[in-house]
């Protein structure tokens, strides 16, 4: 078995979003998947299980599985393509069938993931008061523009947005309170945001309960934000939007989300990944 590392959406091995890939998982279990997630101890690592009519995938943070990982689902499939090819690779994951496409550009290689349907879900006041409070955050460290809610396209995260960029800079949470709250809410990550412009936006992202302090690069909030803005309105559709991520982590990322105008559609993100040596 051979345990694969790759950064996923950068083409620097230093930046990006490092993630476990094993190619081949077959005769593993749950708690060998725990325990080499563990010790490679990035925020994800990949497990696929060939079978007769599909690859199956399941992801594991160190410290528990997630159902969806959009990081690793890039980084798997560019190890995937340069094993056996570019082209098309369905993954059946715990949400759902997803559709990965490789392909070399100028950047290298680069893979697009189509999420499951994207929806939103409206926060309570309770959970909203307790969010920023293990955040360190008060309401009029908010941004107006783009209300609180929780985003799904595969995994569920909070959407925060920050009114400038130096309070997403200022990173400071509430460790066991955050953990405490993800927990009882069933959020994956928390995606902090800040709008830089129309179609570019900067994040960061708390993932306490996986054993990671901050996810340097975050597919799977990618795309449920993407959703998330095409839902509310909050962005003219069809749209392409880069999210910087990781550079206060000092792993600069860039995360491309695609949407189109079909409220019904998955988001497509785009990032490029390369081997870590």
């Known amino acids: 078995m051979d345990i694969l590392r790759y950064s996923a959406f950068t083409t620097d091995p230093k930046g990006g979003n490092p993630a476990g890939v094993v190619l081949d998982a077959a005769g593993l279990d749950d708690a060998a998947m725990q325990a080499i997630a563990a010790d490679v101890g990035y925020s994800e690592t990949a497990f696929l299980f060939h079978e007769p009519d599909r690859v199956a995938v399941r992801y594991f943070s ?99 947005a920050a009114g400038t960029r130096a309070r997403l800079a200022d990173l400071d949470y509430d460790v066991p309170a955050l953990t405490a709250l993800m927990a009882e809410h069933d959020w994956t990550t928390i995606d902090l945001v800040w709008r830089e412009s129309a179609t570019v936006f900067h994040a960061r992202n708390p993932f306490p309960p996986g054993g990671v302090y901050e996810d340097p690069a975050t597919g799977a909030a990618a795309a449920a934000f993407g959703g998330y803005l095409r839902e509310l309105g909050l962005v003219e559709v069809p749209a392409t939007l880069r999210i910087h991520q990781g550079h206060d982590l000092g792993r600069p990322s860039l995360v491309t989300v695609e949407l189109d105008a079909d409220p019904g559609s998955g988001v497509a993100v785009t990032g490029t990944a390369v081997p870590i040596e």
């Open 62 to 160: 160190p410290l528990a599985e997630v159902p969806f990982c959009g990081h690793a689902t890039i980084a798997t499939a560019a190890a995937y393509a340069e094993r056996f090819g570019l082209g098309p690779l369905r993954l059946q994951s715990q949400v759902g069938t997803i559709e990965v496409e490789t392909r070399v550009g100028v950047d290298g290689l680069t893979a697009t993931l189509r999420s499951v349907p994207p929806h939103t879900e409206p926060i309570g006041a309770g959970a909203l008061e307790a969010l920023l409070r293990a955040l360190r955050w008060d309401a009029t460290d908010l941004d107006p523009a783009l209300p609180v809610r929780v985003a799904y396209a595969g995994a569920r995260h909070p959407v925060v």
